[in-house]
């Protein structure tokens, strides 16, 4: 299993990221993977494609399938866009971060030669007011302290708990995806 994106999340053999300071297992980009191709049975691309640059998501996501097995699956995730979301999390202040739609979403998997095998959104204002809390009070208190700070864990517990039962107007949309079948050839 590969993870690309993967911080300091470590939940797949290898962990790919573009930064050096997460210590991943391989340092590479997206765009360029050092795999050769056909090699993953599983692929792990939660919460990356909304930092992209703008329209390189198709050229990411084809890089991905290049590295797919043909029977393999990606999962990917990325906030969904919904205008209270975006004012609950303040990385979405930005112009360089992004949400996406599950329209959205589902045309660039398209445009990858992706077959979505399941499309679900999940996560609810819990989540959004985690992530406030978390740049507001517990990431500068950990910057201040040299230290990290915990989470309030109950917030924690509230925003997992939403996670549970999907809905369209959920923070997150998860997809699973994999390669295109390929169109009926007669010999």
Known sequence: MLSVGSKSTKIADINVDLKRRVNPDIVATVFHLPFRSELFDTILFTDV????????????LSELKRCLKSTGRIVLSTPNAIRLFKLLDPSRWGRSHRSYSVKTISGLVNRASLHIEVATVSGG???????????????????????????????????????????????????VCSPKKAAFQTP
């Open 49 to 60: 494609v909304e930092h992209l640059p703008e329209d390189t998501e198709v050229v990411a």
């Open 125 to 175: 204002v819990w989540e959004g007011i985690g992530l406030l809390v978390y740049y507001a009070i517990v990431y500068p208190l950990g910057r201040i302290l040299g230290r990290e700070v915990p989470f309030p864990s109950k917030l924690g517990q509230m925003s997992d708990a939403q996670y549970k039962n999907p809905r369209n107007t959920g923070y997150t949309i998860f997809v």
